[in-house]
């Protein structure tokens, strides 16, 4: 933080959170100031840093956006991209056994992941609940999924089961936290940060659950860890995908991309695919498989 001789200050820091037009920013020293981004700088997002420059007679400004690593963009209902949150090292993909399990929509969150070029970790919440609502075929995604190397861990919120070891996996990362409205993202964020009370409502008889977290706010956990708190997301798939990105998003694929006859290959109806006859030699899941097929008819 420096001060020039009109008595300006000037620092960098990091976006916490965005509240309409302005944003909170953590500076260097640890404390918050609130600032307002430029008017080509409206697309700052929940982990982005930034360099701001003070007002004396009014709030602090914006100045410069640092280059992001990744960023997490959803298409608003007019058609633009919304920047979700900014520099994100590994997404946190929490399910439930209540609301049931949808493993299409875990999918995309990994494809997504997959082209962010950030780490995940599954969690299945509400583990008390596994005995009566866990399905052989759910075990058997939970098991496709670490076979091709994505950390599983069982948890339960309320009773802080298996929240020890997810602290473990979150250190010196950015994270956040991605799954369907009722799952206990919330819950879990409560768990990882008591203080910051993160409201969390029941889920409805349906099993389907209400929006709780309003706007995505990032929390400072020490040893350079983060965490992000995202609104719920009852449907989501990257922006601009296309047949080559969607591929892309499967790890377990690529081995086998350099083996089709067509370089084009969509992996669907084309000869010589390597891809469909690794599915039909058990190289590849059968079901991981067919979703993929389900997203790129989806395209």
């Known amino acids: 933080m420096s001060t020039d001789t009109h008595n300006t200050v000037k620092g960098t820091g990091r976006v916490i959170t965005r509240f309409g037009a302005q944003v909170l920013v953590r500076c260097e020293d640890n404390t918050d100031i609130r600032c307002t981004p430029?008017?080509?700088?409206?697309?700052?997002?929940?982990?982005?840093?930034?360099?701001?420059?003070?007002?004396?007679?009014g709030t602090a400004r914006i100045d410069n956006i640092h280059q992001r690593k990744n960023a997490?963009?959803?298409?608003?209902?007019?058609g633009k991209p919304r920047t979700i949150?900014?520099?994100?090292?590994?997404?946190?993909?929490?399910?439930?056994?209540?609301?049931?399990?949808f493993w299409d929509l875990v999918d995309r969150y990994i494809i997504a992941a997959e082209l962010l070029n950030a780490e995940v970790v599954i969690v299945i919440n509400k583990h008390d609940l596994a005995e009566q609502y866990a399905k052989t075929s759910d075990w058997e995604a939970l098991s496709?999924?670490?076979?091709?190397?994505?950390?599983?861990?069982?948890?339960?919120?309320?009773?802080?089961?298996?929240?020890?070891?997810?602290k473990e996996l979150i250190k010196g990362k950015t994270n956040i936290l991605l799954g369907?409205?009722?799952?206990?993202?919330?819950?879990?964020?409560?768990?990882?940060?008591p203080k910051a009370h993160i409201l969390t409502a029941e889920i409805s008889d349906s099993g389907e659950g209400?929006?709780?977290?309003?706007?995505?706010?990032?929390?400072?956990?020490?040893?350079d860890s983060y965490l992000i708190d995202s609104p719920g997301v009852r449907d989501y798939m990257p922006d601009n995908l296309d047949p080559v990105k969607?591929?892309?998003?499967?790890?377990?694929?690529?081995?086998?991309?350099?083996?089709?006859?067509?370089?084009?290959?969509?992996?669907?109806?084309e000869p010589q695919c390597a891809i469909r006859q690794s599915v039909e030699d058990g190289n590849i899941s059968k079901s991981r498989y067919q979703r993929y097929l389900s997203a790129l008819a989806n395209l």
């Open 38 to 57: 430029k008017r080509k700088l409206e697309n700052v997002a929940c982990g982005d840093w930034v360099d701001w420059q003070s007002n004396p007679t």
């Open 72 to 78: 997490i963009t959803r298409t608003t209902y007019r």
């Open 85 to 101: 949150a900014a520099n994100v090292d590994q997404l946190i993909i929490v399910s439930a056994w209540l609301p049931e399990p």
């Open 144 to 166: 496709e999924y670490e076979n091709i190397d994505y950390p599983v861990l069982h948890v339960n919120a309320n009773s802080g089961e298996g929240i020890a070891q997810l």
């Open 180 to 193: 369907r409205s009722g799952v206990g993202k919330s819950s879990i964020a409560n768990q990882i940060i």
């Open 210 to 223: 209400r929006h709780t977290t309003t706007t995505a706010d990032l929390y400072e956990l020490g040893d």
């Open 246 to 269: 969607l591929a892309n998003g499967y790890r377990e694929f690529r081995p086998y991309f350099n083996n089709c006859k067509f370089s084009n290959c969509t992996h669907n109806h």
